[in-house]
């Protein structure tokens, strides 16, 4: 019989064992590979978080200033998102949309950057040569012979194109003070109310036809400025059958500049200034 420790048996047990440290000794590099990778990871995650436990008071200083920095730059970027808000709106310049009116009248005090249009005539500075430049286009084109009459207005100038309607009215009309001056305010605005004052207007007419009436609208200049007036950044402010939105009559001289991007945008949606703003809020 052979013994059951033979040499062959003795072998064969080794190379089991050996096979199974190689197989322990694998799986424990795995393991501990894992476990390197999982403390790295959370290394990372606790300098992302700023929790990182350094070992140098020359490492703590390196990492808390660069921390510093980017919460600083953060901080700046936040603070000038208000200002990048408000560059974004002056670019716009909505301050070319106020409304003067009965209801709402010019801020007390109020006086434009003036420059001059032609001879006695200015208007706001944004606008004084562009107004010029139209007209001239127009009498190049042959179209009409425009010529302003009206501008800017001061508040005491205001005052005394109303005070002379109001005795006009009184004369025509035999009525009283308070009466005529309900009436002069129909087609003359109250001092304070007048777009004039924003050096933003302009009344146009055709130097054939010198009238300020309605039928001033079938001159050449008007027919020219209905087509033209927009690309200028003029629109026409109080056109027909508005009176009751604007609480002006229609006028088919007065000119309003608004820049040229809103007065396409009032012009092809066939709006006043007072619609065109109110459709902008409810935006």
Not at 1 to 5: A, E, N
């Given at each position: 019989?052979?013994?059951?420790?033979s040499p062959k048996n003795h072998s064969f047990r080794k190379e089991v064992i050996l096979a199974l440290l190689l197989v322990v000794l694998t799986l424990a590099s795995g393991f501990l590979i894992q476990v390197l990778l999982q403390i790295q990871a959370n290394r990372r995650a606790e300098q992302r978080a700023g929790l990182l436990m350094v070992d140098t008071l020359e490492e703590f200083s390196a990492y808390a200033w660069n921390e510093h920095a980017r919460s600083k730059?953060?901080?700046?970027?936040?603070?000038?998102?208000?200002?990048?808000?408000?560059?974004?709106?002056?670019?716009?310049?909505l301050d070319l949309l106020t409304i003067v009116s009965a209801a709402s009248p010019l801020q007390e005090g109020y006086v434009p950057k003036l420059d001059t249009v032609v001879e006695e005539y200015q208007l706001d500075a944004r606008c004084a040569s562009i107004c010029w430049d139209m007209m001239q286009d127009c009498r190049a084109e042959n179209a009409g012979f425009p010529?302003?009459?009206?501008?800017?207005?001061?508040?005491?100038?205001?005052?005394?194109?109303?005070?002379?309607?109001?005795?006009?009215?009184?004369?025509?009309?035999?009525?009283?003070?308070?009466?005529?001056?309900?009436?002069?305010?129909?087609?003359?605005?109250?001092?304070?109310?007048?777009?004039?004052?924003?050096?933003?207007?302009?009344?146009?007419?055709?130097?054939?036809?010198?009238?300020?009436?309605?039928?001033?609208?079938?001159?050449?200049?008007?027919?020219?400025?209905?087509?033209?007036?927009?690309?200028?950044?003029?629109?026409?402010?109080?056109?027909?059958?508005?009176?009751?939105?604007?609480?002006?009559?229609?006028?088919?001289?007065?000119?309003?500049?608004?820049?040229?991007?809103?007065?396409?945008?009032?012009?092809?949606?066939?709006?006043?200034?007072e619609e065109y703003v109110a459709w902008r809020r409810g935006r």
């Open positions: 019989m052979r013994s059951s420790d730059a953060a901080a700046e970027r936040l603070a000038d998102l208000p200002k990048k808000k408000q560059k974004r709106l002056d670019d716009l310049q010529m302003i009459c009206s501008a800017y207005r001061t508040q005491a100038f205001q005052q005394e194109l109303f005070d002379n309607k109001v005795v006009r009215v009184m004369q025509e009309h035999y009525c009283t003070v308070e009466e005529a001056t309900a009436l002069a305010a129909e087609e003359v605005a109250y001092p304070g109310t007048s777009e004039h004052q924003l050096g933003l207007a302009a009344d146009i007419i055709d130097e054939t036809y010198p009238y300020l009436t309605e039928w001033q609208e079938t001159t050449g200049t008007q027919k020219w400025l209905k087509e033209h007036a927009a690309d200028y950044g003029f629109i026409l402010r109080y056109p027909p059958e508005s009176s009751e939105i604007t609480g002006i009559i229609y006028e088919p001289w007065h000119y309003r500049y608004v820049g040229e991007k809103f007065a396409h945008e009032i012009t092809n949606m066939g709006l006043t200034l």
